[in-house]
Protein backbone atom coordinates (compact mmCIF):
# COMPACT_ATOMS: atom_id res chain seq x y z
CA UNK A 1 0.00 0.00 0.00
CA UNK A 2 1.31 3.33 -0.90
CA UNK A 3 1.15 5.96 1.79
CA UNK A 4 1.94 9.61 0.99
CA UNK A 5 1.60 13.04 2.99
CA UNK A 6 2.20 16.83 1.80
CA UNK A 7 3.39 19.18 4.17
CA UNK A 8 2.60 23.20 3.49
CA UNK A 9 4.15 25.95 4.77
CA UNK A 10 2.15 29.13 5.45
CA UNK A 11 4.48 31.03 7.10
CA UNK A 12 7.61 30.38 9.83
CA UNK A 13 5.11 28.32 12.37
CA UNK A 14 1.92 28.22 10.65
CA UNK A 15 2.43 24.59 9.01
CA UNK A 16 -0.58 22.25 7.65
CA UNK A 17 -0.04 18.25 6.60
CA UNK A 18 -2.47 17.07 3.91
CA UNK A 19 -3.06 13.39 3.14
CA UNK A 20 -5.80 11.92 1.05
CA UNK A 21 -6.77 15.35 -0.25
CA UNK A 22 -7.27 16.33 3.63
CA UNK A 23 -5.70 18.34 6.30
CA UNK A 24 -5.20 15.62 9.02
CA UNK A 25 -2.88 18.39 10.85
CA UNK A 26 -1.99 21.60 11.97
CA UNK A 27 0.89 22.81 13.49
CA UNK A 28 0.65 26.38 15.34
CA UNK A 29 2.24 28.29 17.64
CA UNK A 30 5.65 30.60 18.02
CA UNK A 31 9.34 29.67 18.78
CA UNK A 32 9.11 27.50 22.42
CA UNK A 33 5.59 26.83 22.36
CA UNK A 34 4.83 24.35 18.60
CA UNK A 35 1.21 23.13 19.61
CA UNK A 36 0.54 19.88 16.91
CA UNK A 37 -3.24 20.06 16.73
CA UNK A 38 -5.01 16.81 15.30
CA UNK A 39 -8.04 18.21 12.75
CA UNK A 40 -9.25 14.92 12.49
CA UNK A 41 -9.61 14.59 16.41
CA UNK A 42 -13.75 13.89 17.68
CA UNK A 43 -13.50 14.92 21.15
CA UNK A 44 -13.32 18.70 22.15
CA UNK A 45 -9.31 18.73 22.63
CA UNK A 46 -7.70 18.08 19.63
CA UNK A 47 -4.24 19.51 20.30
CA UNK A 48 -1.63 16.35 20.90
CA UNK A 49 1.35 17.65 21.88
CA UNK A 50 3.24 21.45 22.51
CA UNK A 51 6.98 21.21 21.75
CA UNK A 52 9.80 23.66 21.19
CA UNK A 53 10.06 23.26 17.41
CA UNK A 54 8.37 22.67 14.51
CA UNK A 55 10.91 20.08 13.58
CA UNK A 56 10.07 17.82 16.52
CA UNK A 57 6.64 18.16 15.83
CA UNK A 58 7.24 17.22 12.70
CA UNK A 59 9.67 14.51 13.65
CA UNK A 60 5.72 13.20 15.67
CA UNK A 61 3.65 13.74 12.58
CA UNK A 62 6.16 11.34 10.32
CA UNK A 63 5.94 8.66 13.30
CA UNK A 64 2.12 8.78 13.73
CA UNK A 65 1.83 8.79 9.16
CA UNK A 66 4.41 6.35 8.28
CA UNK A 67 2.92 3.20 10.07
Not at 29 to 47: E, F, M, R, S, W
Request: proline share 3%.
Amino acid sequence: MERTFKVHQRDTNHWDIYTDGKRVFKIRGYPGHITLIDTQATDKNPVLFVFETVSTAMAVVCDKLML
